[in-house]
């Protein structure tokens, strides 16, 4: 199918998009289990923008997934690279099996998402920093050859410590990237520390609204609304969009939700099963 002529997507299924952040929520968990994996509250945070994205958005066929006409989703925080192997699973673009060798030796599944590698994966990420001058070189590079796709980059909010993002950021306003939406997911922590007291990220909007963005806060939780916000790229500004997703650490399971211990650690089997009747998955 050329993605050039899908329709536009419709009006959000909210109630849909919250089951299915659930089930991925509940694999992601599955996942940090098995492999005894870090970095399981920063998928759990960033769930609902997959879903919104992969589900409604996108235009991506996970039987072409180099078409050149498709959109690109940029995993800028890859320590959360278990979250879009499994949204990729899901979709299509690898078996589910596959799941079961995240981060096990040998398998293409590694801590953090590798180039060239996987289908779906548009970009070797986890050295912060680099997801939105990838996205932004992309995005000029199809201007230049008629193309007509959107690039949608997830950033932690960590992330934007970093020089390189606002650099990008500079470039993608002066370029009037306007095909161009960073989603930053704000849940306010750092790998040690909260987010503002390692840096002053506030007001975050203001900064990237400063830096030439049309930029917006959004619930990065309320799947509809990240779906309706995301759909509509571009958005008519003529500007790059940027949405300042608030979002809770380990979002959808109790025990788990903005506590900084699970940057790093791994559910037992009990709090596997604990987390999916959280979930309503048993």
Known sequence: MNLAVRPTAGQPDAGALRLQAARLRGKIIEMSHAAQAAHLASCLSCADVLTAAYWHVLKVDPKNPKDPLRDRFILSKGHAAAALYATLA?????PLEEL??????GGRLAEHPPANLLPGVEAATGSLG???PLGCGMALSGRIKGESFRVFALLSDGENNEGSVWEAAMFAAAQKLENV????DYNKWQATARSNETLMLAPLRDKWQAFGWD???IDGHDVGALAEAMQHIPNGSGKPVALIAHTVKGKGVSFMEDDNNWHYRAPTAEEVVKAHKELGLT
């Open 215 to 217: 930029a917006h806060e």
């Open 90 to 94: 899901m979709k299509g673009y690898l």
């Open 130 to 132: 680099h997801g939105l």
């Open 181 to 184: 939406c960073v989603i930053v």
């Open 100 to 105: 079961d060798t995240f981060c096990k030796d």
